[in-house]
């Protein structure tokens, strides 16, 4: 994957942060919910059904969201230089781990440090290291 550098504009990265924490925040307040992905999607496949409709609104939004944009302002160009087989083996791991470590970025990175979890604290320094050693081996040791 490359990223076009001269595109980038600190501006619209600060704008969708600031969207992320605001509708955390309001999931948070407004109906006691964390607004962590793995969490919702699992409970659409375990809860009572009277549970599932915020689920639903909550994924629909993840989804339109972006549709929206890119029917407005276009999409960027995404270049992802790996195999369908790397893109699967990297799926599974991420699923994997987010079961192992009870939750994923959003939940921990977002919503359990705001809330100043220790656990959502020893998750996300977990993901950063994994991912900054996946760097690093994937990129200096096997050169890719």
Do not use: K, N
């Not at 309001?26 to 915020?54: C, E, K, M, Y």
């Not at 699967?88 to 009870?102: D, M």
């Amino acid at each position: 994957m490359s990223i076009d550098w001269s595109a980038f504009t600190p501006w619209s990265a600060l704008a969708g942060g600031m969207l992320i924490g605001l509708a955390a925040s309001l999931l948070l307040i407004l109906h006691g919910r964390i607004a962590g992905i793995s969490g919702i999607v699992g409970g659409l496949l375990q809860t009572p059904d009277g549970d599932h409709r915020w689920r639903i609104a909550f994924l629909g939004g993840l989804i339109a969201a972006p549709l929206l944009w890119a029917l407005s302002v276009g999409t960027p160009s995404i270049q992802v230089d790996a195999g369908y087989p790397t893109l699967i083996l990297a799926g599974l791991l991420v699923g994997f781990f987010t079961r192992l470590g009870a939750g994923c970025t959003s939940g921990h990175g977002v919503c359990g440090l705001s809330r100043l979890s220790p656990r959502s604290l020893v998750a996300t320094l977990s993901f950063m290291a994994a991912g900054f050693a996946t760097v690093f081996v994937m990129r200096h040791l096997f050169g890719g």
